[in-house]
């Protein structure tokens, strides 16, 4: 919810092999108005359904005119289609199971917009076929990083933190390890009155001290110990569960309540990675820029290494946009996008939803032949 990630991407299948050359991306921060009004809508709060019309109106505005924007500067005015992840604004889970996923930023603006056909609604086929259709990852994760003779880690650190856990032996498993940034910009936000929306390179979290009460309370979430598939979102860490736990103990200033919760998410991250025998860790997301954060993680994970993935050729800060991208062009060509049972479907599907753009819709012949790798090149 900080803002839109874009990319622009040239995509090639080559005999099984996917090829990907990133051509540039850049994040777009959405108006500060309708920042506030998504981050207001977010659980405990809730919003009606006249606001969220508004939201889902102008986060599609917002996303069409990055779109149109980076359509210009990136991909030199042209492209096939776009592909939309959205803003997730309600992750519906009960018990073991995801029961719907909402995503605003309605497809028809950006169609609008830029003439181009839009692959929006990712997620929701995924959870219709019994998954949890989070994290999407998954086919990226396990396209570009088979091959390793032991299991490799997938690591996103947006809101939720996630794993693609890729290996030789196993099937892919892709879940939400947990809190990634959420809690940590919530308490930023409590403690400064809403002034500031994150801790900055974690200097709060570097002056204070891990809080062994509130880090037991936080720990004692059944959520990490549920078995995989899992997923989970802000509707479960939010302003209220944080104020919860601070019930529990006493008082915790603020340096210490960042510190805390730096060593949870970075905690919760290496007990999901262990066990599955994971030899390296491959991280993005946005929380990679919080080097008090980083530093918890690699003490956490040790002897584990962690690597960021512009060491492998994909940007962290754009991962996820690149991502999308892929998603989208698989749909396109036909072939499931939701790596075969990786986060709780019954097999592979075909995701999506095709908004056409200035003409009727001309799809390529559906692809036959299995895709098994992927290349950034
Ligand atoms: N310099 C920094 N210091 C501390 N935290 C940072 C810094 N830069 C980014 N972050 C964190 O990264 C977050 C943004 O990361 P990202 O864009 O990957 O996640 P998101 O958009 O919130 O989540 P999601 O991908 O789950 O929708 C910020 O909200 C902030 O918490
Ligand atoms: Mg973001």
Redesign the pocket.
């Known amino acids: 919810?900080?803002g839109i990630?874009v990319s622009a991407v040239d995509l090639r299948l080559t005999d099984g092999t996917v090829e990907l050359t990133p051509l540039g991306h850049r994040a777009v921060g959405y108006p500060a108005a309708l920042r506030e009004a998504l981050l207001t809508a977010l659980p405990p709060n809730g919003c009606t359904a006249g606001e969220l019309c508004r939201l889902d109106t102008e986060v599609g505005q917002a996303f069409a005119t990055a779109a149109g924007e980076a359509l210009t500067d990136l991909a030199g005015g042209r492209a096939d289609l776009i592909a939309s992840l959205g803003q997730?604004i309600y992750h519906w889970v009960d018990g073991s199971r995801c029961l719907g996923t909402l995503q605003l930023g309605q497809p028809a603006w950006i169609a609008e917009y830029t003439g181009l056909p839009v692959i929006a609604d990712l997620r929701v086929r995924d959870v219709a076929a019994g998954g949890h259709g989070a994290p999407l990852a998954a086919m990226l994760d396990q396209l570009w990083l088979s091959g390793a003779t032991e299991p490799v880690a997938a690591l996103?650190?947006?809101?939720?933190a996630n794993i693609t856990v890729v290996g030789p032996d196993a099937p892919t498993l892709a879940f939400d390890t947990g809190p990634?940034?959420a809690l940590?910009?919530t308490a930023a936000r409590m403690v400064s009155d809403g002034v500031w929306?994150?801790?900055?390179?974690?200097e709060l979290a570097a002056q204070g001290t891990v809080r062994a009460d509130l880090l037991a309370t936080l720990l004692a979430d059944t959520y990490y110990v549920k078995q995989p598939p899992k997923s989970t979102g802000k509707e479960h860490f939010h302003a209220d569960y944080l104020r919860a736990a601070l019930e529990g103990v006493p008082h915790v200033p603020a340096v210490d309540l960042l510190a805390t919760l730096v060593e949870l998410t970075a905690c919760t991250i290496a007990q999901a990675c262990r066990g599955r025998g994971v030899g390296k860790v491959v991280a993005s997301?946005?929380?990679v820029?919080?080097p008090v954060l980083m530093a918890a993680l690699r003490r956490c994970l040790d002897p584990v290494p962690v690597v960021t993935s512009d060491e492998l050729g994909l940007p962290t800060d754009a991962k996820?946009a690149y991502l999308a991208a892929l998603l989208g062009f698989l749909t396109w060509s036909g072939i499931p996008a939701d790596a075969a049972g990786a986060t709780g479907a019954a097999g592979p599907r075909l995701l999506g939803s095709i908004t056409p753009g200035k003409g009727p819709l001309h799809l390529p012949d559906p692809v036959t032949t299995a895709v098994t790798r992927l290349r950034v090149c």
């Open positions: 919810m900080d990630d997730t996103n650190i947006g809101g939720i990634g940034n940590l910009d929306q994150q801790d900055v390179d974690g997301g946005g929380g820029r919080n996820e």
